[in-house]
């Protein structure tokens, strides 16, 4: 039996702000981060809400990629606020934050309330970057800075009920943190179409995620201001994340939040390097094994119109078109590249291969992997493919 569910309200476009204006909520908590204030970007909202006298708090504590000190911090402030309306104004990070924020509270709420008295907040998400589609997901990743790891929770809870997709929010956005988080788009449209878990619903979303990336990010890495490219990749985003939040990822994902915990990257960037490593690995073309394991991508390959004779020669050419994708992007080609220093990255490479292999996105990863595969991936990742 297939399984797809979207429970998220999507508005897409420059009005859909304005369904603030309509928030049926005498109290909101406004969860963002401190460069969205400075950037004004955080006004948007809350000058809209004082024009309908709207109370609210703001919460700007949430820093990339959000510790769980920091969902501590935020679960008081939210216990403290008892809003009847959470919104979250900000990239993958401070969504994360307020998903994590507002199951937290919920939880621990059914520690000390009858069910009867336990309600969710509404949860509108307004993205200011392109890329990890949070804003339809039930994933939240946070970061233990003790034990240098990235923590992946899901759960239906975390769902918001509205996004708002609205490009003069990603506008600022810098060329680097554009094209790390457009690659993050596509890793997950990949992963998501060649899951163990995935469907014809999950499968035409990745698909089009996928076009509508390769035709528009590179357009809005050179050129910011381009509001159409920017909506586009916004739209992508979501669809992405929609794919992913029923289809499930793969291990590009459980390895880049492994690296990423470890070495303080940023999780699109990680993902990017991984891209073409894990594409040929699963698909079989780092091996020979194309034939076992590349049937999927091989589909793939018929959009970006890889018209080559043999599978072998169709998974390469898309492997290298990842690469080139990525060096006009301005990405490294490898963890090496990044100056990470080789001692530190093969020092941590046994305990971040059995991170990996623990991750929840490794379980629908599309072929069967193991931690010493694992290990040699993150170790041909450092020097690059």
């Not at 406004?30 to 703001?58: K, N």
């Not at 069910?115 to 509404?122: A, C, L, N, S």
């Not at 804003?135 to 240098?148: L, M």
């Not at 596509?186 to 999950?202: D, G, P, R």
Request: net charge negative; charged share 20%.
């Amino acid at each position: 039996m297939t399984t797809f569910t979207l429970g998220t309200k999507i508005l897409s476009g420059p009005e859909s702000l304005d369904y603030l204006r309509d928030l049926k909520a005498d109290k909101v908590c406004v969860v963002t981060d401190t460069t969205m204030v400075a950037l004004g970007i955080t006004a948007m909202v809350t000058t809209l809400l004082d024009s309908e006298g709207v109370a609210y708090r703001v919460f700007d504590s949430v820093e990339a990629d959000p510790s769980l000190e920091t969902v501590q911090t935020g679960l008081t402030h939210i216990i403290e606020t008892k809003p009847d309306a959470v919104i979250a104004v900000g990239g993958g990070s401070v969504i994360d934050a307020a998903k994590a924020i507002m199951y937290f509270c919920i939880k621990t709420k059914e520690r000390l309330l009858h069910k009867t008295e336990i309600f969710k907040p509404h949860f509108v998400a307004i993205p200011t970057t392109s890329g990890t589609g949070s804003e339809v997901t039930s994933f939240s990743v946070v970061t233990d800075t003790g034990k240098q790891t990235k923590i992946a929770l899901t759960d239906p809870l975390m769902v918001p009920d509205v996004a708002i997709l609205d490009a003069r929010f990603t506008m600022s956005v810098p060329p680097a943190v554009t094209a790390d988080t457009g690659v993050d788009v596509i890793t997950h449209a990949f992963e998501a179409y060649v899951s163990t878990a995935a469907s014809t619903f999950s499968d035409i979303l990745a698909q089009q995620a996928l076009e509508i990336s390769f035709h528009n990010l590179q357009q809005a890495f050179r050129d910011g201001q381009c509001r159409e490219a920017r909506q586009f990749m916004h739209e992508a985003s979501c669809l992405a994340g929609i794919a992913f939040t029923n289809a499930g990822l793969g291990i590009n994902h459980s390895l880049a939040h492994a690296v990423g915990g470890r070495f303080k990257i940023s999780h699109g960037r990680t993902n990017a390097i991984l891209l073409p490593l894990v594409i040929a690995f699963n698909s079989g073309a780092l091996d020979g094994r194309e034939e076992e394991f590349g049937q999927k991508y091989d589909r793939l390959t018929k959009i970006f119109r890889l018209d080559l004779p043999t599978r072998r020669e169709r998974l390469r050419a898309l492997v290298t078109l990842v690469q080139r994708f990525n060096q006009a992007l301005e990405i490294p080609p490898s963890f090496g590249a990044l100056g990470i220093q080789e001692d530190a990255f093969r020092q941590a490479l046994p305990s971040m291969a059995v991170k990996a292999l623990e991750d929840v996105c490794t379980g629908t990863n599309p072929r069967p992997v193991n931690v010493q595969e694992l290990e040699c991936l993150l170790e041909q990742a450092w020097q690059g493919l």
